[in-house]
């Protein structure tokens, strides 16, 4: 390679000036490095092994803090406000994890020892560090738990509260207090709880496909721990789940509907077909409700005593609820649309024809979308209600032309029939055209069922229920669900006023404190 330089320095003219030669040298240098570069390359091509992996370097835990507590300042919260509620002293550092863990008897496993461990240390505060009977309390050991967490990796959470004895009377021993379990005796925390909660109700992940993706990260969590966490959080946030429900019910408008589902083993034996109700008001809050069969005590439980309106398909089952002093009931447009076109292939003259027309009502709702309700009355009484009287005079004429049973006059007498019901949104700003908005939320048990299948008890459907109702209320107001549930796990043993946990009361009352104290957080890690 040298040669190939030096023949080519030699056929050049070269100058007298020592400058002008050192530039010339510098150059071939240069030449020549690329050039047993790419031979370097091709040897390793040709000849080298395949794999590019590399050694991994061993760096010190606190060589970069920047970058390794970045991940940690959803515990240093935690650690900081469990210190201030409980008045005592919270501090995080990360730890190598042993090399031989400890193996103890029982069925539980034991932690990944790949997994870096974060240990949470509570102190009692100086002056809580005084015996009743007047000595110094001096630290005697601690209690140490430890439970996975989930914070963007896996890690092993280590929460160690301090032990405390008095040496003077060597009887009293206190002990510092640390955060609640969410779930008495768990494992998960309350980070990796949260992502269950979302990956298996916002993602419709079944705990089966769960369990697998954990074992693919070296995790041994079983679908039977995965669910029975999911049980036992669903009873812990029953009580926002109550208030959810009074408040869904105290809005003036309701939207309605309901979907299958399979429960594999019922009360009675053997599997049968239960149901997911859906009750949303104006604002987002969905509330799910879950029975074992579509009889009407479902929704009459539920809205007895509602006197708002009601949007809802043809159901006889709601009809209980729009007799006199009670609900008023708002047809579908979508449904009655839908019949239309199903009716074409056998009309498709008079099917096009009633499709286009109602298709002329949503072009004044696309108009009428973005002003307020009254405004919205004024434009549907203007425009909406001349088009439907002109389409109810042309369904009547059409109903004498068409031959009695055929589907086109299936379509003709179902608007017919409920018509008041259809007609009534025109007069009123705060109705929807449609029951769009029921059938929207309705759509993550529609596509779950395809993945979980089924639940496979009763109590399946009532943890799905309350869970679902907290996670799309949540995204329909606008606050990562994660977030949510896992600050809720911090305040919902705290908080009196359940009215503020619900999605819309903790974006209202903590959202802001929450976002802020995490900035601050992040900006003493990064310095």
């Known amino acids: 390679m040298a040669n190939v330089g030096r023949a080519v320095i030699e056929e050049q003219q070269l100058p007298d000036d020592v400058v002008a030669l050192r530039a010339i040298i510098t150059e071939q240098r240069e030449r020549i490095v690329h050039l047993e570069h790419n031979v370097e390359v091709y040897k390793r091509i040709a000849f080298g092994k395949s794999s590019e992996k590399r050694p991994a370097l061993e760096v010190p835990v606190d060589s970069q803090p920047s970058q390794s507590h970045l991940f940690y300042a959803e515990l240093l919260d935690e650690a900081e406000r469990t210190a201030a509620a409980k008045d005592c002293e919270g501090a995080i550092e990360p730890i190598k994890p042993p090399k031989k863990p400890k193996t103890k008897g029982g069925r539980r496993a034991k932690f990944p020892a790949h997994l870096p461990t974060i240990r949470t240390t ?70 990796f709880l949260a992502h269950v909660l979302t990956d298996r109700f916002g993602n419709h992940m079944p705990y089966h496909r769960l369990e697998k993706k954990y074992g693919s990260e070296g995790l041994d969590l079983s679908r039977s721990v995965l669910q029975r966490s999911m049980t036992k959080l669903g009873e812990l946030f029953e009580p926002v789940y109550d208030q959810l429900r009074k408040e869904v019910v105290d809005s003036e408008v309701i939207f309605t509907d309901d ?8 009360a009675a034996g053997g599997s049968k077909q239960g149901r997911v109700w859906i009750y949303v008001d104006r604002e987002g809050r969905h509330f799910y409700d879950f029975t074992d069969s579509r009889k009407r005590d479902g929704p009459e439980t539920i ?24 609900a008023t009931e708002v047809a579908c447009w979508a449904h009655a649309r839908r019949k239309f076109v199903d009716a074409e292939p056998s009309d498709p003259t008079i099917a096009k024809e009633a499709v286009s027309r109602i298709r002329a009502l949503y072009l004044v709702e696309k108009e009428a979308k973005d002003v307020s309700d009254a405004e919205r009355t004024t434009i549907r009484v203007e425009r909406s209600k001349p088009l439907l009287a002109e389409l109810r005079a042309w369904l ?17 007498r179902y608007a017919l029939n409920q018509w008041d019901a259809l007609s009534r949104y025109a007069s009123d700003g ?39 109702s907290l996670l799309q209320s949540a995204r329909a107001v606008g606050i990562d669900p994660r977030t949510y549930v896992r ?12 009215k503020k946990l619900t999605p819309h009361g903790w974006k209202k009352h903590f959202a802001e404190e929450v976002a ?12």
């Open 122 to 191: 509570y102190e009692l505060s100086a002056n809580q560090r005084t015996c009743a009977c007047g000595g110094e309390l001096h630290e005697i050991g601690e209690d140490v738990r430890r439970e996975l967490e989930r914070i963007e990796l896996n890690i092993v959470h280590e929460i160690a509260t301090k032990k405390y004895g008095c040496r003077a009377c060597t009887e009293g021993v206190v002990t510092a207090p640390g955060p609640d379990r969410p779930i008495d005796k768990g494992i998960l925390g309350k980070g």
């Open 303 to 326: 809205l007895n005593g509602f006197e708002g309106h009601i949007h809802a398909d043809a159901y006889p089952g709601y009809d209980q609820l729009y007799l006199p002093g009670g």
């Open 487 to 498: 600050d809720l796990m911090l305040r919902i043993g705290e908080e009196t006023d359940v």
């Open 516 to 527: 802020a104290r995490r900035d601050e957080i992040l900006s003493r890690i990064l310095g």
């Open 259 to 266: 979907t299958p589902v399979t429960i594999a083993r019922s």
């Open 430 to 468: 705060r109705l929807s055209i449609d029951n769009n908005a029921a059938e929207r939320a309705l759509r993550p048990f529609a596509v779950g069922r395809k993945n979980w299948l089924f639940f496979q008890r009763d109590t399946g459907g009532k943890t799905a229920a309350v869970l679902a």
């Open 396 to 412: 009547e004429l059409k109903e004498a032309m068409v031959l009695p049973k055929s589907p086109i006059a299936g379509a003709i």
